[in-house]
Every structure is written in C-alpha cells, then in structure tokens.
C-alpha cells in the first residue's frame, strides 16, 4: 500500500485531534505577502519515478497574518515538459490525505501524465505542511494511539464508544500539549494559501490541477479562493464540501460508500474463477456479505493470532482492511486471502501493511491537524453513542466507526478560521470525474460538489467501483474525457457517463 493510499484510507476522510492549549486564529489580511524566494531546483530521482524528477525547497511563512516572521520549508518538486515544443503551461498535482505527499505522488504517476497530456505541462506538486522532509508535525502519541484501527475509532464487539471516547480525549490533550503553533497551522486554507505561493514561485499566473480525494477539496477552495489563477481544473472523486460538517461529513459518509462498494467484492469473490486461486468465499455474491459479518462478530469475541507478533487479527482489524481493500480492485485478492486465513484453524493471518504497525507519528499528527482545525466537530457523548448505535444497525459493514467520537470532539478552539462555501461564481473551468461506487467519498456526496459549483463544473460519472478514477481503474472513456479537457480545454457540453 503506498503513502498515498495509506494517508488516504486513513481520512477516512481522517479523525483525530485536538488543542485546548493552542490558540490563535490564522486569519491573514488579504495579500498579506513576503517576497517570493526563487526556487532551487536539484534532481531527486526516486527508484521506479522519472529520471528528471527535480525538488526544490519552499519557504512559506508559518502564520500568513506574519508574512515576515517564522517560515517553514515544504518539498516542491516538478517533472519539466519533454516536447518544449508542445508546452501550454504547469500542472498541478494536489494529493489527498490530509497527509499524503505530493512529492511521492509525482514520482509514482508523473511520467505517466506526462505522456498521457503529451508534454503540454510541466508536472508540478508539493508536500503540505508537515508531510514529508519538510517542516514535521508531532502530537508525541503513544504507538497504541497511533494503530489505525483505534485512531478510526471502531466502536468494541458490544457498541460501546466508552473506550473511543476515553482514547479520544487522551490524543487531544496530547496534541494539545505537544503540537504547538506548528500543528495549529495545519489547515486546508494554509495550504491553498501555500499552493498559490508555490504558484508564485513558479512564475506562473494561471495553473491547471488535477487533484484526487482530499485533494479535491483543496482544489476547489483554491478554485473558490484564487478563481483567476485556475486553468483547466480536474477534481477527482470528490467529497461533499458542505462548510458546516467537511471531515466529520466525509468520514459519516464512508458507511454510505462501503455499502455502495461491498457488491463488487462479493461477485469477485463469489466468481467460479476464485476456485483456482483458492480465494472464493462462496458459492454466491449473496453469501459474501453475511460471511464476512459472521467473521468479524468471531473475531470480535476469539481474536485469531497474526503473523505479526503482539498484533492479532480481531474483528475490527479485519473490518478495516475491508475498507482498506475497497478502495482498489487490485486489493480484492490480499483482502480474500486474509478471510480464507482467518477461518483456517491451522493458519495466520498476514495482516496488511498499515494494519501490522502504528501510522507514525507525524502521519497521524498531519491528518489530526487538518481535519480537526477545519471545522467545530458536532456532537456530545450521548449524541455519539446513539449515532453508532443506529450506524451499526443500518450499515453493519463500517459498525458505527464513521459516526463515532474522535479527538476532534475535544477541539476547544475550532475552526481556527471559517471554512470556505463553494459556490457557483467563478470560470466554468472544472472537470469532475466520480465513480458511481466510491467506498471513500460515495457518489452521493460528489453531487452535492457538482451542485455547489453549478455551471462552473461538468461531471463524468464512472460507472466503475473504487477511489480515485483518472489513471487509476482503467475505464478509457473517463482517461480519454480528462486528457482531452487537459490537453485540448474541451469538456463535454453537460455531464455524462462513463459505462464500465
């Protein structure tokens, strides 16, 4: 599982955090601006990335209302065009998370963008604050605070959210004590406001974007925010932006997605193909689901040794890597393989990687940063309780985990500025493209994305299952529809459809 996947499987769209010691709204005067440094590119080739990959460092003020007080460094980096011939401009690349690099998301996928866009840009992304070499984040947390399978707040076997809320509390008051002002500026605004930095710095007045998952919302504040400096604006799979909820509407949204996805899962699994592999759960796709429940509500109460020595596999353990496989067909057969395991007597299941150790953490510091300083997190102890009470009994799939508590519940100074409210005002430059069966950001919350941004947005329905679509699931006709709106500027005239 690469950073990425792994930044944004845990989002969920990510939970955690707090800070009733840190304090100060980041609310800058508009053009508040230091002078933009030169950049000084160096090559940083990665093994299995582009040879001319280059990184540079970019300095960004830590508080925007101080433009020129303490700065923080970010990893930039950019794959430069191979036909100078053909070049139109730069592209953005805005990785999702909160917490993934865009550094590493070049180095996976930029020569492959590059060849699919035919030299038209210069490949560009950067590491948002905290994430990579750059300025690191700390909340100082404890290995046990840091297993994804606590920090995503699986309700226990028995519903009860006493121990969640206990662990919640326990990682917001160690943010608290150990973020300081560097974790306080962790915000989806500070990196909008870094990106149009970066934009700066690169010389350019106008940028395309292509940005996936989390990155979405970054690019559409950045679009809502700095409308005249976009050029052509893919958003791929998108979250519902409503300004009141972000995160904690993502992460509830998560039960929706895992019920839209499942079905895929289960005729993989149920396909008379399986049998040679040895991975066919049943006989029919009907059958997989109560299989796996039935699974899970073992282990909650047996917990069946791992090959990870201390790590077993529980029910809930095996919950989340349900999640985790969901997001990618490729992830079908290991996620199979770990069930077979698991009703094997004789066996040991191999846990996934991300489930056999804690994040670290400065992953879980950035990702508890940015969703719990976005936005105030509703709720009280009771009103938790009963959500997952309800959660678990029409989605049994997720079993409460997207609606419960998390540190975010115990963030006294949130929003540390106001969301943005995506609108319709502004170029219509944006591409949507969405899968229909989106275990991470459902397909209905993407409409509500669509509807925010109205004639500024067309969108390309997939009709595929998994997250992240562009160059990621295959499907030529979405490929083709964002490489034509990025290398010609044509969309397509209203929405439309991508059949599998």
């Known amino acids: 599982m690469t950073t990425y996947r792994r930044s944004v499987t845990f989002l969920a769209l990510s939970v955690t955090a707090a800070a009733t010691a840190l304090t100060g709204a980041v609310t800058p005067p508009a053009h508040a601006e230091s002078a933009v440094p030169?950049?000084?590119?160096?090559?940083?080739?990665?093994?299995?990335?582009?040879?001319?990959?280059?990184?540079?460092?970019?300095?960004v003020p830590l508080d925007y209302r101080?433009?020129?007080?303490?700065?923080?460094?970010?990893?930039?980096?950019?794959?430069?065009?191979?036909?100078?011939?053909?070049?139109?401009?730069?592209?953005?690349?805005?990785?999702?998370?909160?917490?993934?690099?865009?550094?590493?998301?070049?180095?996976?996928?930029?020569?492959?963008?590059?060849?699919?866009?035919?030299?038209?840009?210069?490949?560009?992304?950067?590491?948002?604050?905290?994430?990579?070499?750059?300025?690191?984040?700390?909340?100082?947390?404890?290995?046990?605070?840091?297993?994804l399978v606590n920090l995503r707040a699986w309700p226990a076997a028995d519903g009860s959210i006493t121990e969640n809320t206990e662990r919640a509390r326990r990682v917001a008051e160690a943010c608290a004590r150990n973020g300081g002002e560097r974790l306080r500026s962790l915000t989806t605004a500070n990196e909008v406001r870094d990106i149009d930095r970066f934009r700066q710095a690169l010389g350019e007045e106008k940028m395309s974007a292509w940005g996936v998952s989390y990155g979405t919302y970054v690019g559409a504040v950045y679009a809502q925010k700095y409308p005249q400096h976009t050029d052509r604006w893919v958003l791929d799979s998108n979250g519902d932006p409503d300004p009141s909820r972000v995160a904690q509407g993502w992460l509830a949204n998560m039960a929706v997605g895992a019920d839209d996805r499942f079905p895929d899962f289960a005729r993989w699994a149920a396909d008379p193909a399986r049998d040679a592999e040895g991975l066919r759960l049943a006989e029919r796709a009907e059958d997989v689901r109560p299989s796996v429940l039935a699974l899970a509500a073992r282990l909650d109460r047996e917990p069946k040794e791992s090959t990870t020595a201390g790590v077993p596999l529980t029910g809930n353990r095996l919950r989340q890597a349900l999640q985790n496989a969901l997001y990618d067909d490729d992830a079908f057969a290991q996620?199979?393989?770990?069930?077979?395991?698991?009703?094997?007597?004789?066996?040991?299941?191999?846990?996934?990687?991300?489930?056999?150790?804690?994040?670290?953490?400065?992953?879980?510091?950035?990702?508890?940063?940015?969703?719990?300083?976005?936005?105030?997190?509703?709720?009280?102890?009771?009103?938790?309780?009963?959500?997952?009470?309800?959660?678990?009994?029409?989605?049994?799939?997720?079993?409460?985990?997207?609606?419960?508590?998390?540190?975010?519940?115990?963030?006294?100074?949130?929003?540390?500025?106001?969301?943005?409210?995506?609108?319709?005002?502004?170029?219509?430059?944006?591409?949507?493209?969405?899968?229909?069966?989106?275990?991470?950001?459902?397909?209905?919350?993407?409409?509500k994305m669509r509807k925010a941004f109205g004639d500024r947005a067309r969108l390309v329905t997939v009709d595929h299952g998994g997250h992240g679509v562009y160059l990621g699931n295959g499907n030529a006709c979405g490929d083709s529809t964002v490489t034509t709106f990025l290398t010609t500027g044509t969309r397509p005239e209203r929405d439309t459809y991508c059949a599998n």
């Open 335 to 447: 996620l199979a393989g770990l069930i077979q395991a698991a009703r094997d007597a004789s066996a040991k299941p191999v846990l996934p990687a991300g489930l056999d150790q804690p994040l670290t953490d400065q992953d879980a510091a950035v990702a508890i940063g940015v969703v719990c300083n976005d936005v105030r997190w509703s709720g009280t102890t009771s009103s938790y309780r009963r959500a997952v009470a309800a959660d678990r009994a029409i989605h049994p799939l997720t079993a409460g985990m997207p609606v419960n508590v998390t540190p975010c519940a115990f963030w006294k100074d949130a929003p540390v500025e106001q969301p943005t409210r995506i609108t319709d005002e502004g170029p219509s430059n944006i591409l949507m493209i969405q899968s229909l069966r989106d275990p991470a950001t459902p397909y209905s919350g993407a409409l």
């Open 38 to 59: 030169a950049l000084d590119w160096q090559p940083c080739a990665a093994s299995g990335g582009p040879a001319a990959q280059e990184c540079a460092e970019l300095p």
């Open 66 to 147: 101080n433009p020129n007080g303490p700065r923080i460094g970010l990893a930039v980096t950019r794959l430069r065009s191979d036909r100078p011939a053909a070049r139109r401009g730069t592209l953005l690349v805005i990785a999702g998370g909160p917490g993934s690099s865009g550094v590493q998301r070049v180095t996976e996928k930029g020569e492959q963008l590059r060849q699919e866009t035919a030299g038209r840009y210069d490949i560009v992304s950067l590491d948002p604050r905290g994430v990579g070499a750059g300025a690191k984040a700390s909340c100082g947390l404890a290995p046990q605070d840091r297993d």
